[in-house]
């Protein structure tokens, strides 16, 4: 079999290159190791994707499917830290571009992006697993098996790794190294929620503080048919002090303990079993070779705080495809200096405030009284994923304005 790219994985790193790609004229085939629907984490988007899944000609799908899969608008991002209360209205941003998009069970969501580029022509090969990879010829030949365990090889012209936390070629091509992050643990699970809607902006995602661990938060996302994804954030052995080994036990005293949780969940149905990740950042050598690039997660995953892993894994797609594109058509690419720079630009911007929340920076700054409108606005345009924008200030300076802005808000 012969194709112009092979895309491994059919997330939204995955369906927006193939649809890109698909547009453009190129044969594409996606590899996906598993099938459809599929529980997946991380169902909190920005507003920056909307644009991408536009460009990509998905958006369409994605409102028509809205209501039948209980997407619920998303506005902005709430903070709870003690008595106090915070949010941000990503309309009210820096950066142009979209400024609402939706909070989704990443089951359904992931399920519609991969059948409208199915629709369009771009073929799935369900249950199939890569399993080598030859770079060595002229063009890439990919190994895989289906489910009956019969192998097959694939001539393509590249290879596009979309496989998220699986990091098929990063593990095949051995280049993970260990991300400089600490290593934390999700517990983590879906709930019927059942809070009154007088206690709760369901059109923002909230972000709750431990009371006693300014390291250790939780997540609410809410979806519109009264349910939440709900989650904790914390070094392992934050989990160590609690009796109950089991999932679900724990993760119930957890929030037992989180006074203002405890109200607001106080009728909550916990329903659904509890999961655990724990060790999810990663890193690797480099993010493209000779007849291949690493998308999204496949290549660097930060921390879950502020949701930016789709928004990565989308951008990753549209800067892989634009210099594909350009190496395709026989130009003369770089694609250190078209690719890996330009994604970990953005990457690195979110990297100083995920390091700025965790060491207690960016929370002094989220919970400072009489915020500037201006700064504000800035800020809320890296939480709406716009991380990119070097006219934005807190872009082009992250770290220096972060530091010199917590500062500010420590002596007021």
């Known amino acids: 079999m012969q194709f112009d790219v092979v895309v491994i994985g059919a997330g939204p790193a995955g369906t927006v290159a193939a649809a890109l790609l698909e547009a453009k004229g190129y044969r594409v085939q996606i590899i996906?190791?598993?099938?459809?629907?599929?529980?997946?984490?991380?169902?909190?988007?920005?507003?920056?994707?909307?644009?991408?899944?536009?460009?990509?000609?998905?958006?369409e799908a994605v409102k028509a499917a809205a209501s039948e899969h209980h997407f619920q608008f998303k506005n902005g991002a709430a903070f709870v830290r003690g008595e106090k209360y915070s949010d941000f209205d990503f309309q009210r941003k820096f950066s142009e571009g979209p400024g609402t998009t939706y909070q989704v069970q990443r089951a359904s969501f992931d399920h519609v992006l991969a059948k409208e580029v199915e629709a369009r022509g771009v073929g799935i090969s369900w249950g199939h697993e890569i399993i080598s990879v030859d770079l060595d010829g002229d063009n890439p030949v990919v190994g895989a098996k289906d489910e009956e365990?019969?192998?097959y090889s694939i001539t393509t012209s590249f290879v596009f790794d979309a496989s998220g936390f699986g990091r098929v070629l990063p593990r095949l091509l051995e280049l993970d190294r260990p991300s400089n992050f600490p290593s934390r643990t999700s517990l983590f699970t879906h709930i019927e929620d059942n809070i009154p809607s007088n206690e709760f902006d369901r059109e923002k995602i909230r972000v709750t503080v431990h009371h006693q661990h300014q390291d250790v938060w939780f997540w609410l996302i809410p979806f519109s048919n009264g349910r939440c994804s709900l989650g904790?954030?914390?070094k392992s052995e934050f989990f160590e002090q609690f009796e109950s080994s089991d999932p679900q036990a724990c993760l119930r005293q957890i929030i037992d303990d989180e006074p203002s949780l405890k109200e607001l969940l106080r009728h909550a149905n916990f329903d659904t079993p509890a999961r655990m990740i724990t060790g999810y950042s990663s890193d690797v050598s480099r993010l493209w070779g000779d007849g291949f690039a690493l998308l999204g997660n496949a290549g660097e995953f930060l921390d879950p705080v502020f949701s930016s892993g789709v928004t990565i894994a989308m951008k990753s797609a549209k800067l892989a495809v634009e210099t594909l594109d350009k190496q395709l058509k026989g130009q003369q690419v770089d694609w250190q200096a078209e690719y890996a720079e330009p994604l970990s630009a953005g990457v690195n911007t979110f990297r100083v405030f995920v390091e700025a929340w965790y060491d207690g920076r960016f929370q002094d700054i989220i919970f400072a009284e009489n915020r500037s409108?201006?700064?504000?606005?800035?800020?809320?345009?890296?939480?709406?994923?716009?991380?990119?924008?070097?006219?934005?200030?807190y872009v082009k300076e992250s770290e220096r304005r972060m530091n010199t802005l917590a500062e500010l808000c420590r002596l007021s």
């Open 232 to 234: 904790v954030v914390a």
């Open 373 to 393: 409108t201006k700064i504000e606005e800035m800020i809320s345009s890296i939480l709406a994923g716009y991380a990119w924008d070097e006219a934005n200030p």
């Open 149 to 151: 365990g019969n192998e």
């Open 32 to 59: 996906e190791k598993q099938h459809f629907p599929r529980f997946s984490i991380g169902e909190s988007l920005l507003p920056y994707c909307m644009e991408f899944l536009e460009e990509a000609g998905l958006l």
